[in-house]
Protein backbone atom coordinates (compact mmCIF):
# COMPACT_ATOMS: atom_id res chain seq x y z
CA UNK A 1 0.00 0.00 0.00
CA UNK A 2 1.35 3.50 -1.36
CA UNK A 3 0.82 7.06 1.24
CA UNK A 4 -2.21 8.02 -1.74
CA UNK A 5 -3.44 4.79 -1.18
CA UNK A 6 -4.32 5.20 2.74
CA UNK A 7 -8.44 5.33 3.45
CA UNK A 8 -9.48 8.42 3.88
CA UNK A 9 -10.82 7.70 7.23
CA UNK A 10 -9.10 10.30 9.23
CA UNK A 11 -10.34 14.32 8.91
CA UNK A 12 -7.14 16.17 7.58
CA UNK A 13 -5.85 18.63 10.18
CA UNK A 14 -7.30 21.82 9.43
CA UNK A 15 -4.18 23.86 8.84
CA UNK A 16 -3.68 22.19 5.65
CA UNK A 17 -7.01 23.33 4.51
CA UNK A 18 -7.45 26.37 6.34
CA UNK A 19 -8.79 29.11 3.86
CA UNK A 20 -7.61 32.42 5.65
CA UNK A 21 -3.91 33.19 6.52
CA UNK A 22 -4.78 34.30 9.83
CA UNK A 23 -6.49 31.03 10.51
CA UNK A 24 -4.14 29.27 9.33
CA UNK A 25 -2.00 31.46 11.62
CA UNK A 26 -4.18 30.97 14.74
CA UNK A 27 -3.90 27.06 14.25
CA UNK A 28 -0.56 26.83 14.21
CA UNK A 29 -0.44 29.10 17.56
CA UNK A 30 -2.75 26.32 19.04
CA UNK A 31 -0.78 23.45 18.23
CA UNK A 32 2.29 25.56 19.61
CA UNK A 33 0.27 25.91 22.87
CA UNK A 34 0.42 22.10 23.16
CA UNK A 35 3.64 21.32 22.09
CA UNK A 36 6.15 21.17 19.89
CA UNK A 37 6.27 17.43 17.91
CA UNK A 38 2.54 16.24 17.16
CA UNK A 39 0.99 13.64 15.00
CA UNK A 40 -1.13 14.70 11.83
CA UNK A 41 -3.07 14.21 8.90
CA UNK A 42 -2.51 14.96 5.61
CA UNK A 43 -5.07 16.21 2.66
CA UNK A 44 -5.24 12.58 1.42
CA UNK A 45 -5.40 10.75 4.71
CA UNK A 46 -1.92 9.55 5.46
CA UNK A 47 -0.62 10.82 9.08
CA UNK A 48 3.51 12.06 9.51
CA UNK A 49 4.72 13.36 12.40
CA UNK A 50 5.00 17.40 12.25
CA UNK A 51 7.65 19.37 13.99
CA UNK A 52 5.86 22.81 14.91
CA UNK A 53 8.37 24.28 18.19
CA UNK A 54 11.15 27.01 16.33
CA UNK A 55 14.03 25.21 18.93
CA UNK A 56 12.79 21.71 18.11
CA UNK A 57 12.35 22.64 14.44
CA UNK A 58 15.78 24.61 13.49
CA UNK A 59 17.36 21.21 15.72
CA UNK A 60 15.16 18.47 13.02
CA UNK A 61 16.99 20.57 10.76
CA UNK A 62 20.66 19.72 10.93
CA UNK A 63 19.35 16.23 13.09
CA UNK A 64 21.49 13.07 11.13
CA UNK A 65 18.78 11.10 12.49
CA UNK A 66 16.39 12.22 9.94
CA UNK A 67 16.85 11.38 6.24
CA UNK A 68 15.82 13.71 3.65
CA UNK A 69 14.42 11.70 0.98
CA UNK A 70 12.19 11.47 -2.25
CA UNK A 71 9.39 13.80 -1.59
CA UNK A 72 5.69 12.31 -1.25
CA UNK A 73 3.88 10.40 -3.54
CA UNK A 74 7.53 10.04 -5.82
CA UNK A 75 6.47 6.28 -5.96
CA UNK A 76 3.74 6.98 -7.66
CA UNK A 77 5.84 7.98 -10.77
CA UNK A 78 6.55 5.59 -13.54
CA UNK A 79 10.41 4.37 -12.56
CA UNK A 80 11.91 6.53 -15.65
CA UNK A 81 10.21 9.33 -15.19
CA UNK A 82 10.80 9.13 -11.08
CA UNK A 83 14.51 9.10 -11.76
CA UNK A 84 14.43 12.27 -14.69
CA UNK A 85 13.12 14.06 -11.71
CA UNK A 86 14.02 13.03 -8.22
CA UNK A 87 17.95 12.38 -8.61
CA UNK A 88 18.15 16.04 -6.67
CA UNK A 89 20.33 17.80 -4.17
CA UNK A 90 16.96 17.95 -1.96
CA UNK A 91 16.40 14.37 -1.15
CA UNK A 92 19.88 13.53 -1.10
CA UNK A 93 22.38 13.08 1.57
CA UNK A 94 26.32 13.99 1.63
CA UNK A 95 28.50 13.41 -0.81
CA UNK A 96 26.14 13.11 -3.53
CA UNK A 97 24.25 16.19 -1.77
CA UNK A 98 27.38 18.20 -1.41
CA UNK A 99 28.46 17.46 -5.71
CA UNK A 100 25.09 18.09 -6.64
CA UNK A 101 25.23 21.72 -4.81
CA UNK A 102 28.66 22.57 -5.61
CA UNK A 103 27.37 21.98 -9.28
CA UNK A 104 25.10 25.31 -9.24
CA UNK A 105 26.56 27.31 -5.87
CA UNK A 106 28.72 30.10 -8.17
CA UNK A 107 25.25 30.88 -9.83
CA UNK A 108 23.74 31.71 -6.95
CA UNK A 109 25.93 33.60 -4.13
CA UNK A 110 25.02 36.96 -2.88
CA UNK A 111 27.58 38.81 -5.59
CA UNK A 112 26.63 36.65 -8.71
CA UNK A 113 23.02 37.47 -7.57
CA UNK A 114 24.10 41.05 -6.73
CA UNK A 115 24.78 41.51 -10.60
CA UNK A 116 21.16 40.84 -11.37
CA UNK A 117 19.64 43.32 -9.77
CA UNK A 118 19.30 45.97 -12.86
CA UNK A 119 18.07 43.44 -14.86
CA UNK A 120 15.35 42.57 -12.40
CA UNK A 121 14.42 45.29 -12.05
CA UNK A 122 13.83 46.42 -16.09
CA UNK A 123 11.71 43.14 -15.97
CA UNK A 124 9.94 44.32 -12.93
CA UNK A 125 9.50 47.36 -14.65
CA UNK A 126 7.78 46.02 -18.12
CA UNK A 127 5.57 44.19 -16.04
CA UNK A 128 4.17 47.03 -14.46
CA UNK A 129 4.48 49.40 -16.77
CA UNK A 130 0.61 48.21 -18.54
CA UNK A 131 -0.97 47.83 -15.27
CA UNK A 132 -0.52 51.90 -14.40
CA UNK A 133 -3.30 52.79 -16.72
CA UNK A 134 -5.55 50.08 -15.91
CA UNK A 135 -5.39 49.80 -12.07
CA UNK A 136 -8.23 51.10 -11.48
CA UNK A 137 -10.53 48.91 -13.03
CA UNK A 138 -8.72 46.35 -11.29
CA UNK A 139 -6.37 43.24 -11.48
CA UNK A 140 -5.09 40.39 -9.66
CA UNK A 141 -1.37 40.80 -8.68
CA UNK A 142 -0.74 37.85 -8.63
CA UNK A 143 -0.98 36.25 -12.31
CA UNK A 144 0.14 39.70 -13.28
CA UNK A 145 2.92 40.52 -11.42
CA UNK A 146 4.18 38.39 -8.53
CA UNK A 147 4.48 34.94 -10.68
CA UNK A 148 5.49 36.32 -14.30
CA UNK A 149 8.64 38.46 -12.65
CA UNK A 150 10.40 35.19 -10.75
CA UNK A 151 9.75 32.67 -13.88
CA UNK A 152 11.37 35.37 -15.93
CA UNK A 153 13.93 36.11 -13.98
CA UNK A 154 14.75 32.44 -13.50
CA UNK A 155 14.22 31.31 -17.17
CA UNK A 156 16.83 34.34 -18.40
CA UNK A 157 19.56 33.15 -15.28
CA UNK A 158 19.05 29.26 -17.21
CA UNK A 159 18.63 30.22 -20.82
CA UNK A 160 15.04 28.95 -20.87
CA UNK A 161 13.78 31.33 -24.26
CA UNK A 162 10.24 33.24 -23.96
CA UNK A 163 8.46 30.59 -26.19
CA UNK A 164 9.68 27.78 -24.10
CA UNK A 165 7.92 29.28 -20.78
CA UNK A 166 4.45 28.32 -21.30
CA UNK A 167 3.38 25.50 -18.72
CA UNK A 168 5.86 26.30 -16.38
CA UNK A 169 3.13 27.71 -14.15
CA UNK A 170 0.52 24.70 -14.44
CA UNK A 171 3.18 22.36 -13.84
CA UNK A 172 4.53 23.78 -10.81
CA UNK A 173 1.51 24.11 -8.95
CA UNK A 174 0.65 20.53 -9.64
CA UNK A 175 3.52 19.70 -8.35
CA UNK A 176 3.22 21.75 -5.27
CA UNK A 177 -0.22 20.73 -4.46
CA UNK A 178 0.45 17.09 -4.69
CA UNK A 179 -1.15 16.14 -1.37
CA UNK A 180 -4.42 17.97 -2.69
CA UNK A 181 -4.89 17.43 -6.60
CA UNK A 182 -3.70 13.46 -6.40
CA UNK A 183 -1.20 11.63 -8.05
CA UNK A 184 -2.49 11.89 -11.54
CA UNK A 185 -1.76 15.62 -11.66
CA UNK A 186 1.43 15.01 -10.41
CA UNK A 187 2.39 12.08 -12.81
CA UNK A 188 1.16 14.46 -15.95
CA UNK A 189 2.88 17.74 -14.62
CA UNK A 190 6.22 15.70 -14.29
CA UNK A 191 5.92 14.32 -17.98
CA UNK A 192 5.18 17.41 -19.17
CA UNK A 193 7.98 19.56 -17.42
CA UNK A 194 10.69 16.80 -18.34
CA UNK A 195 9.40 16.49 -21.85
CA UNK A 196 10.21 20.10 -22.24
CA UNK A 197 13.34 19.92 -20.54
CA UNK A 198 14.73 16.79 -22.52
CA UNK A 199 13.91 19.93 -26.11
CA UNK A 200 15.46 22.43 -23.81
CA UNK A 201 18.90 20.39 -23.42
CA UNK A 202 19.03 19.17 -26.78
CA UNK A 203 18.80 22.66 -28.17
CA UNK A 204 21.50 23.63 -25.56
CA UNK A 205 23.59 20.85 -26.71
CA UNK A 206 23.16 21.46 -30.46
CA UNK A 207 23.54 25.60 -29.69
CA UNK A 208 25.08 26.48 -26.28
CA UNK A 209 25.05 29.97 -24.79
CA UNK A 210 26.22 31.99 -21.82
CA UNK A 211 23.74 30.22 -19.14
CA UNK A 212 23.12 27.77 -16.49
CA UNK A 213 22.07 25.13 -18.70
CA UNK A 214 24.58 25.43 -20.85
CA UNK A 215 27.12 25.48 -18.21
CA UNK A 216 25.28 22.60 -16.90
CA UNK A 217 25.02 20.52 -20.29
CA UNK A 218 28.74 21.13 -20.38
CA UNK A 219 29.32 19.76 -16.53
CA UNK A 220 27.37 16.22 -17.91
CA UNK A 221 29.17 16.06 -20.81
CA UNK A 222 32.71 16.57 -20.34
CA UNK A 223 33.62 15.71 -16.62
CA UNK A 224 30.06 12.95 -16.62
CA UNK A 225 30.35 14.23 -12.67
CA UNK A 226 26.46 14.82 -13.78
CA UNK A 227 24.11 11.90 -14.71
CA UNK A 228 21.54 12.67 -17.50
CA UNK A 229 18.63 12.18 -14.99
CA UNK A 230 20.96 14.50 -12.29
CA UNK A 231 20.97 16.96 -15.10
CA UNK A 232 17.49 17.02 -15.92
CA UNK A 233 15.93 16.30 -12.23
CA UNK A 234 18.33 19.69 -11.37
CA UNK A 235 16.73 21.84 -13.90
CA UNK A 236 13.71 20.62 -12.62
CA UNK A 237 14.72 21.69 -9.20
CA UNK A 238 15.63 24.93 -9.82
CA UNK A 239 12.44 25.87 -11.68
CA UNK A 240 10.35 25.08 -10.08
CA UNK A 241 11.96 26.20 -6.07
CA UNK A 242 12.92 29.46 -8.30
CA UNK A 243 9.56 30.86 -8.52
CA UNK A 244 6.70 29.22 -7.06
CA UNK A 245 8.32 30.47 -3.86
CA UNK A 246 9.24 34.10 -4.70
CA UNK A 247 6.04 34.52 -6.48
CA UNK A 248 3.97 33.83 -2.85
CA UNK A 249 6.74 35.20 -0.95
CA UNK A 250 5.96 38.82 -2.92
CA UNK A 251 1.90 38.25 -2.72
CA UNK A 252 2.31 37.55 0.98
CA UNK A 253 4.05 40.25 2.02
CA UNK A 254 1.75 42.85 -0.15
CA UNK A 255 -1.42 41.39 1.59
CA UNK A 256 0.25 41.78 4.94
CA UNK A 257 1.03 45.53 4.22
CA UNK A 258 -2.59 45.98 2.43
CA UNK A 259 -4.02 44.60 5.69
CA UNK A 260 -2.20 46.38 8.07
CA UNK A 261 -3.56 49.77 8.21
CA UNK A 262 -0.99 52.87 7.19
CA UNK A 263 1.68 50.29 7.08
CA UNK A 264 1.77 50.81 2.99
CA UNK A 265 1.74 54.93 3.34
CA UNK A 266 4.51 54.76 5.70
CA UNK A 267 6.69 52.04 3.45
CA UNK A 268 5.97 54.58 0.41
CA UNK A 269 7.17 57.66 2.56
CA UNK A 270 10.54 55.42 3.74
CA UNK A 271 11.37 52.77 1.24
CA UNK A 272 14.53 52.07 2.31
CA UNK A 273 12.34 49.69 5.27
CA UNK A 274 12.11 47.86 2.07
CA UNK A 275 14.53 44.96 2.87
CA UNK A 276 13.59 44.54 7.17
CA UNK A 277 9.88 43.78 5.27
CA UNK A 278 10.64 41.67 3.21
CA UNK A 279 12.52 39.71 6.41
CA UNK A 280 9.46 40.29 8.43
CA UNK A 281 7.37 38.79 5.79
CA UNK A 282 9.46 35.50 5.52
CA UNK A 283 8.82 35.46 8.82
CA UNK A 284 5.12 35.93 9.07
CA UNK A 285 3.90 34.60 6.13
CA UNK A 286 6.79 32.93 4.29
CA UNK A 287 5.40 31.20 1.55
CA UNK A 288 6.98 27.23 2.49
CA UNK A 289 4.39 25.81 4.96
CA UNK A 290 6.21 22.42 5.75
CA UNK A 291 9.71 21.18 4.22
CA UNK A 292 9.68 18.25 2.01
CA UNK A 293 9.50 15.24 4.38
CA UNK A 294 12.47 13.32 6.08
CA UNK A 295 12.40 10.05 7.05
CA UNK A 296 13.48 8.73 10.58
CA UNK A 297 16.39 6.32 10.33
CA UNK A 298 16.38 5.31 13.95
CA UNK A 299 13.65 5.07 16.89
CA UNK A 300 14.28 8.11 18.75
CA UNK A 301 12.32 10.83 20.80
CA UNK A 302 11.71 13.69 19.52
CA UNK A 303 10.12 16.77 21.69
CA UNK A 304 8.46 13.92 24.00
CA UNK A 305 7.22 11.78 21.21
CA UNK A 306 8.33 8.84 20.30
CA UNK A 307 9.44 8.30 16.61
CA UNK A 308 9.45 4.70 14.93
CA UNK A 309 12.58 4.49 12.60
CA UNK A 310 10.86 4.68 8.98
CA UNK A 311 8.29 7.28 10.35
CA UNK A 312 7.67 10.03 7.98
CA UNK A 313 8.35 13.76 9.15
CA UNK A 314 7.35 17.35 8.55
CA UNK A 315 9.30 20.20 9.58
CA UNK A 316 6.46 23.14 9.99
CA UNK A 317 8.95 26.10 9.05
CA UNK A 318 5.30 28.64 8.86
CA UNK A 319 4.40 27.42 12.75
CA UNK A 320 8.07 27.38 13.71
CA UNK A 321 8.11 30.89 12.88
CA UNK A 322 5.23 31.50 15.19
CA UNK A 323 6.25 30.03 18.08
CA UNK A 324 6.03 32.90 20.83
CA UNK A 325 8.32 31.00 22.98
CA UNK A 326 11.14 32.11 20.21
CA UNK A 327 10.06 35.05 18.71
CA UNK A 328 8.17 38.13 20.94
CA UNK A 329 4.37 38.51 19.82
CA UNK A 330 5.14 36.27 16.59
CA UNK A 331 1.53 36.32 15.27
CA UNK A 332 1.49 39.98 14.76
CA UNK A 333 3.09 41.35 11.11
CA UNK A 334 4.93 44.36 12.39
CA UNK A 335 6.90 45.82 9.26
CA UNK A 336 9.44 48.00 11.47
CA UNK A 337 10.55 44.49 13.41
CA UNK A 338 14.52 44.25 13.98
CA UNK A 339 15.04 41.03 11.24
CA UNK A 340 14.99 37.51 13.74
CA UNK A 341 16.26 34.48 13.18
CA UNK A 342 13.71 32.71 11.01
CA UNK A 343 13.08 29.24 9.45
CA UNK A 344 11.60 30.62 6.18
CA UNK A 345 14.52 29.41 3.92
CA UNK A 346 15.10 26.19 6.42
CA UNK A 347 18.66 25.69 7.94
CA UNK A 348 21.59 23.58 7.66
CA UNK A 349 23.11 22.13 4.71
CA UNK A 350 19.78 22.11 2.50
CA UNK A 351 19.81 25.97 3.76
CA UNK A 352 17.55 27.30 0.61
CA UNK A 353 20.54 27.88 -2.18
CA UNK A 354 18.20 30.62 -3.82
CA UNK A 355 17.61 32.88 -1.02
CA UNK A 356 19.77 35.93 -2.30
CA UNK A 357 18.36 35.33 -5.74
CA UNK A 358 14.48 35.39 -3.87
CA UNK A 359 15.39 38.39 -1.45
CA UNK A 360 16.34 40.44 -4.63
CA UNK A 361 13.36 39.61 -6.45
CA UNK A 362 11.49 40.49 -3.40
CA UNK A 363 12.86 43.77 -2.37
CA UNK A 364 12.82 45.14 -6.38
CA UNK A 365 9.07 43.54 -6.87
CA UNK A 366 7.91 45.59 -3.56
CA UNK A 367 9.57 49.10 -4.32
CA UNK A 368 8.51 48.86 -7.65
CA UNK A 369 5.17 48.51 -6.45
CA UNK A 370 5.67 51.17 -3.90
CA UNK A 371 6.76 53.58 -6.50
CA UNK A 372 4.37 52.73 -9.00
CA UNK A 373 1.17 52.50 -6.71
CA UNK A 374 1.61 54.39 -3.71
CA UNK A 375 -2.32 54.10 -3.25
CA UNK A 376 -2.58 50.81 -3.56
CA UNK A 377 -5.42 48.39 -1.58
CA UNK A 378 -7.20 45.65 -1.56
CA UNK A 379 -9.78 45.39 -4.51
CA UNK A 380 -11.81 43.11 -2.29
CA UNK A 381 -12.90 42.52 1.03
CA UNK A 382 -10.10 40.78 2.99
CA UNK A 383 -11.93 37.83 4.28
CA UNK A 384 -12.56 37.12 0.45
CA UNK A 385 -9.01 36.52 -0.22
CA UNK A 386 -8.58 33.18 0.41
CA UNK A 387 -5.39 30.95 1.07
CA UNK A 388 -5.15 27.74 -1.39
CA UNK A 389 -5.09 24.42 0.01
CA UNK A 390 -1.99 22.48 0.80
CA UNK A 391 1.11 20.92 2.92
CA UNK A 392 4.47 22.30 1.38
CA UNK A 393 3.09 25.93 0.33
CA UNK A 394 1.71 28.84 1.73
CA UNK A 395 -0.01 30.77 -0.76
CA UNK A 396 -3.39 31.82 -2.08
CA UNK A 397 -5.25 31.68 -5.00
CA UNK A 398 -5.52 35.79 -6.46
CA UNK A 399 -4.88 38.69 -5.14
CA UNK A 400 -7.10 41.29 -6.11
CA UNK A 401 -6.07 44.73 -6.01
CA UNK A 402 -6.89 48.27 -7.42
CA UNK A 403 -6.01 51.90 -6.31
CA UNK A 404 -7.58 54.07 -4.09
C1 LIG B 1 11.04 33.22 -0.90
C2 LIG B 1 11.52 32.33 -1.69
C3 LIG B 1 12.07 31.01 -1.24
C4 LIG B 1 11.87 30.31 -0.08
C5 LIG B 1 11.03 30.71 1.12
C6 LIG B 1 12.65 29.09 -0.19
C7 LIG B 1 12.71 28.14 0.81
C8 LIG B 1 13.52 27.02 0.77
C9 LIG B 1 13.64 26.05 1.83
C10 LIG B 1 12.88 26.09 3.15
C11 LIG B 1 14.54 25.11 1.44
C12 LIG B 1 15.02 23.91 2.26
C13 LIG B 1 14.05 22.77 2.20
C14 LIG B 1 14.46 21.63 3.09
O1 LIG B 1 15.26 21.77 4.03
O2 LIG B 1 13.92 20.51 2.85
C15 LIG B 1 14.98 25.48 0.11
C16 LIG B 1 15.87 24.76 -0.63
C17 LIG B 1 16.22 25.10 -1.92
N1 LIG B 1 15.86 26.24 -2.61
FE1 LIG B 1 14.66 27.71 -1.97
N2 LIG B 1 13.27 29.07 -1.40
C18 LIG B 1 12.97 30.23 -2.06
C19 LIG B 1 13.43 30.61 -3.30
C20 LIG B 1 14.31 29.92 -4.07
C21 LIG B 1 14.84 30.37 -5.32
C22 LIG B 1 14.56 31.71 -6.00
C23 LIG B 1 15.65 29.39 -5.78
C24 LIG B 1 16.43 29.49 -7.06
C25 LIG B 1 16.85 28.61 -7.80
C26 LIG B 1 15.65 28.31 -4.80
C27 LIG B 1 16.33 27.11 -4.87
C28 LIG B 1 16.44 26.18 -3.87
C29 LIG B 1 17.21 24.95 -3.98
C30 LIG B 1 18.02 24.50 -5.18
C31 LIG B 1 17.08 24.28 -2.76
C32 LIG B 1 17.70 22.94 -2.37
C33 LIG B 1 18.96 23.20 -1.58
C34 LIG B 1 19.62 21.95 -1.08
O3 LIG B 1 19.00 20.87 -1.03
O4 LIG B 1 20.81 22.05 -0.71
N3 LIG B 1 14.82 28.67 -3.77
N4 LIG B 1 14.36 26.63 -0.27
Not at 227 to 256: C, F, K, Q
Not at 260 to 274: D, F, K, M, N, Q
Not at 311 to 339: C, K, Q, S, W, Y
Not at 378 to 388: G, K, N, Q, S, W
Amino acid sequence: MTELDVPRALEPSPFFLARSPYERHRQYRELNRRGPVHRVVLPHGAQVWLVTGYEHARAALTDPRLATTEPLFAEQLPPALRSAVESQMLNMDPPEHTRLRKLVTAAFTRRRVDGLAPRVQQLADELLEPLVGRAEAGFDLISEFTYPLPIAVICELLGVPPDGRDGFRQWTSALVNATVLGADALVEANAGMVEHLRALIDQKRARPADDLVSALVAARDGGDRLSEDELTSMLHLLIVAGHETTANLIANEVRALLTTPGAWSRLVAEPERVPTVVEEALRFDGPIQTTPQRRAREDFELGGVPITGGDMVLIGLLAANHDTEAIPDADRFDPVREPVSHLAFGHGIHFCLGAPLARLEARVGLSSLLARFPRLCLAAPEEEIVTAPGVLMNAMESLPVTVH
